[in-house]
């Protein structure tokens, strides 16, 4: 899978998700795309909502929210116009992140918000966990036949099978399914990151993770459970406030979590039993058969004059039990290595 000239094979895919940690301040939010692609990440991403797009202006109970987030007791509609991003900035915001250097895509929200990202050619799409049963707008992104990124925070099997379903039913293959907590900030205990490899192999896509916890422990974990995404919130400066700074990074924990999981993208490696050069050298330190004591020729070997011992220049320990009660061809002196013409 591909992202622009980003091929995931090679890498992992290292998301800064802006969402709301812009304080409505266009400056903020172009210093927090040069933020995140000095921090490291391969992409930021945006959201593109207006809050009469993703909800409606109405007071009574079923729009307030209770969910046990840190958003409780708020209304909807004013949270999210508290947060989203204003969509005359897209097109400044996606040229600005080209031309340093950044993918800039973002998550929409109903179908007028992919027509605005469609005209800003973004190069991948986002759906969020909570629009992940919106089976007709994963369809008419998807029909955009660019990747598409699912977080399955909210998601049973089903769920997740029908999203799939949907992308290849309109001929998209580019699928990415990101394993997610939705709670906000998320407990470490809840990661369940074991799951990461299961998506991939029940639904043959590329997976990762999307991460709410505190802290860096659980998206480097995930590298060894094979993420080839990981996406984090970002926040240039947490006195900036907004709905989403508790649980974001800052630019140096960002990219202190980036310098983390490239280290352990390199420890991962490959499945390898080959001996290399250095490992054929060191070697030489394992244990071998000595001679420890004077031995004439003709004489019996014994545990008492030849051992397993370091380095490892002799005959392999696995012949000792085979070598005792046989003689000696020559004459051998202490601490020589034990050799087959050395034996009767």
């Given at each position: 899978m591909k992202i622009g000239n980003f091929n995931l094979n090679d890498n992992i895919f290292i998301i800064a998700e802006m969402s709301a940690n812009h304080g409505k301040n266009i400056k903020i939010a172009l210093d927090t795309i040069y933020a995140a692609k000095e921090s490291g990440a391969n992409a930021i991403k945006i959201q593109t909502y207006t809050?009469?797009?993703?909800?409606?202006?109405?007071?009574?109970?079923?729009?307030?929210?209770k969910q046990g987030t840190i958003w409780d007791g708020k209304n909807?509609?004013?949270?999210?116009?508290?947060?989203?991003?204003?969509w005359e900035w897209h097109d400044e915001l996606k040229k600005y992140a080209d031309s340093i250097g950044i993918?800039?895509?973002?998550?929409?929200f109903d179908n007028s918000?992919?027509?605005l990202l469609e005209s800003i050619n973004v190069l991948a799409?986002?759906?969020?966990?909570?629009?992940?049963?919106?089976?007709?707008?994963?369809?008419?992104?998807?029909?955009?036949?660019?990747?598409?990124?699912?977080?399955?925070?909210?998601?049973?099997?089903?769920?997740?099978?029908?999203?799939?379903d949907t992308c290849r039913g309109v001929g998209n293959n580019n699928i990415a399914l990101l394993k997610c907590t939705s709670a906000y900030p998320a407990k470490i205990e809840d990661a369940n990151l074991k799951t990461i490899q299961n998506l991939k192999e029940t639904f043959n896509v590329v997976s990762g993770l999307s991460d709410h916890t505190l802290g860096i422990t659980v998206p480097i974990v995930s590298v060894a459970m094979g993420a080839r995404?990981?996406?984090k919130h970002f926040i240039l400066d947490k006195s900036i406030g907004g709905p989403d700074s508790s649980f974001s990074l800052n630019?140096?924990?960002?990219?202190?979590?980036?310098?983390?999981?490239?280290?352990?993208?390199?420890?991962?490696?490959?499945?390898?039993?080959?001996?290399?050069?250095?490992?054929l050298k060191s070697r030489e330190l394992s244990r071998s058969l000595f001679v420890v004591k004077d031995i004439k020729k003709g004489e019996i070997f014994t545990k008492d004059n030849i051992r397993s011992i370091r380095p490892g220049y002799g005959l392999p320990p696995k012949y000792y039990d085979e070598i005792i009660g046989k003689r000696a061809a020559n004459d051998i002196n202490r601490g020589l290595p034990l050799k087959w013409s050395d034996i009767i």
């Open positions: 809050p009469d797009t993703i909800t409606i202006n109405c007071s009574n109970e079923y729009f307030k929210l909807l509609y004013e949270l999210y116009k508290e947060a989203y991003t204003p993918i800039l895509f973002s998550t929409p918000a992919v027509d799409y986002k759906i969020a966990s909570f629009e992940i049963t919106d089976i007709p707008l994963i369809k008419y992104v998807a029909s955009k036949q660019k990747p598409i990124i699912i977080s399955t925070g909210i998601a049973n099997l089903d769920d997740i099978q029908n999203a799939v995404i990981i996406e630019k140096d924990e960002f990219k202190l979590m980036v310098n983390s999981v490239r280290e352990a993208e390199k420890s991962v490696g490959e499945i390898d039993y080959k001996l290399t050069e250095q490992k």
